[in-house]
């Protein structure tokens, strides 16, 4: 007991299995607290600007017509529910499953540096996307671009793992070479088809893919990756013990009773299954896994039962703001929003690695 | 102090392992009583823990068993062999904020379904193993920050967590000082559970464990009490130093001194 004891000053041995921060509840609250806020101000914002007071009301109406008397034009009503909800909705959705995938991979790699755009899964994801799109194909109908995008990020996300993995332990540099490089020649891949595909409609539409993009959405759009959202989410949580073996290392995993392999490969699945619903929708949005996962374990620690719901709602307020901001600097035009995740993101990512070659 | 599962016996069984075409084990057959305390010593690459691996299913013997109360380990799910048999090992958790309250309470999974939350138990196991440690008081410190020696006993405290009758320990004492070095063997000891620890220093060995098996190139090459087993002329002959055992006149324990002239003639062949 000699340096490090003394460090931090000597806390009284209490038990519980909270960290001396912020409480965990109170966080959580707060994060919800981000989500409704965000998710007001992107439904008032736009080419008609509403006070919040109306979208409450308008929403409330919606829930129940009792509840508030409408005192607004019904083409607001019709701005709210079929253009802004869907969509700040959709932003939740993907913002919440990207972070969530991203915690997850990053416990799969036992490393802070994983993301689903870094590894190659998103643009495995848009290949399989583009491949539906260019070729027509509909075999399982409106499940089949989710599907493609499914398979592409699972055979992309196996490919990275044990290309990092290929001759004993897997170090950062070996990941984020493989994941960047297999995501570069997926990306490549995704652009050729769409550029040698010939019809102009297609360029635009597989920009959204390139680049990220969550204009146009509409309710149909929303439900597929909400499912697969929700439903992950609440199977990680569910392992959430696992998880943190995966921290612990392969064999102390293994010694605590967990079958490593069988988990992992569950685990390859369910991301893959993640990513792939969220972008067929969504297109490539980077840096939102990364991002997320490491702010919310500085605020509620590693241990996943506490650190996936945080993370889930963080990543939705995150993505719900960068879609407002991506709308509105230059409206009416819009910047795809993978544009700006990767603006903030890559300087992030950098400081990460910094700050983890130093320690 | 924590009530430890009951002691089985554990027995290996002709364990061959063999690796990329090398043979890293070769005709192991240790019977291990409940409640011993076996000490697996051995020069670097002798064996030792990809020995251990076996016991804890990390690594399928290429032929051998291990039988622990007569049930082969590896018909049994990792599960039900984690409530029965705790690992100690080298390997550390990754660099993410994990506190040591997390990293002890990863015990408790072999226990634990899904969805399943630590209830009032698992909290007093929890925090009652690292008491033995001396580590409780930095359950809510992060876990990467601890130093080497404290991040020791927190995976020791990890192992108790888990209530096995039986553990298994490479090299557990690495990292650790003098006081705690001690601490940490005697407490396996006073747990009463059946143990096999990988150790370096053969004057702990001697002084904690009924018995001493020392491995070498994959082989047993003596295995019996410490005064039995230390001897000069095993000392030359599997570590290839000059060494001199005494008797520690108080405690009657053997006590190894390496003399520093040397080698030993004779023997002197450069194999490892």
Known sequence: ?359 | MSTMGTPAELHAEGIHVVVGGRSLVRDVSLRIAPGEVVALVGPNGAGKSTLLRTFYRAQRPTSGRVLLDGADIWRMTGRQLARRLAAVLQEAPAEFELTVYDVVAMGRSPYKRAFQGDDADDRDIVMSAPESLDVNHLAQAPFDRLSGGEKQRVLIARALAQRTGTMVLDEPTNHLDLRHQFDALRLVRRLGVTAVVALHDLNLAAAFCDRICVLNAGRVVAAGSPTKVLTPTLLAEVYQVDAEVTVHPCTGIPQVSVLPGGRSEGDGSTST
């Not at chain 1, 008397?69 to 909800?85: F, K, L, S």
């Open chain 1, 1 to 359: 007991m000699t340096r490090v004891a003394e460090s931090p000053p000597a806390a009284p041995p209490v038990g519980g299995d909270r960290r001396a921060r912020v409480p965990y509840p109170l966080v959580l609250t707060l994060l919800a607290v981000a989500v409704a806020a965000a998710a007001t101000a992107g439904i008032a914002i736009g080419s008609v600007r509403l006070p919040p007071g109306e979208v409450w009301g308008i929403l409330l109406h919606r829930l129940h017509p009792a509840l508030v008397e409408p005192t607004w034009p019904r083409v607001r009503e019709t701005i709210v529910m079929d253009v802004r909800v869907p969509r700040v909705l959709l932003c939740a959705v993907v913002g919440a499953g990207l972070s969530v995938c991203g915690m997850a991979l990053q416990a799969l790699v036992r490393n802070p540096l994983a993301d689903p755009m870094l590894l190659g899964v998103s643009q495995g994801a848009s290949v399989g996307a583009v491949l539906v799109m260019v070729f027509h194909l509909s075999l399982a109908g409106i499940f089949t671009l989710p599907l493609a995008a499914f398979a592409g990020a699972f055979l992309a996300l196996v490919l990275v793992y044990f290309l990092a993995r290929a001759g004993g332990r897997m170090t950062t540099v070996r990941l984020v070479l493989s994941g960047v490089a297999t995501g570069e020649v997926l990306s490549a891949v995704a652009s050729y088809l769409v550029v040698t595909s010939g019809d102009p409609h297609k360029t635009e539409s597989a920009l959204r893919w390139m680049l990220g993009g969550l204009a146009g959405t509409t309710w149909d759009l929303v439900w597929i990756p909400a499912g697969a959202v929700l439903l992950g989410t609440f199977v990680l949580l569910g392992v959430s013990r696992p998880l943190n073996l995966l921290l612990a290392g392969e064999e102390a995993a293994a010694s605590l009773g967990l079958n490593v392999h069988r988990f992992r490969a569950a685990l390859f699945v369910l991301v893959a299954l993640i990513v792939g619903a969220i972008v067929a929708v969504s297109g490539s949005i980077g840096f939102v896994g990364l991002m997320m996962p490491h702010v919310v374990r500085l605020l509620v620690g590693a241990n996943h039962r506490r650190a996936l719901p945080a993370v889930a709602l963080l990543g939705a307020a995150f993505l719900i703001v960068a879609d407002l901001a991506a709308r509105s600097v230059i409206a009416p035009e819009e910047i795809p929003i993978g544009i700006l995740t990767a603006l903030a993101g890559g300087p992030f990512f950098l400081w990460l690695m910094r700050r983890r070659a130093a320690g």
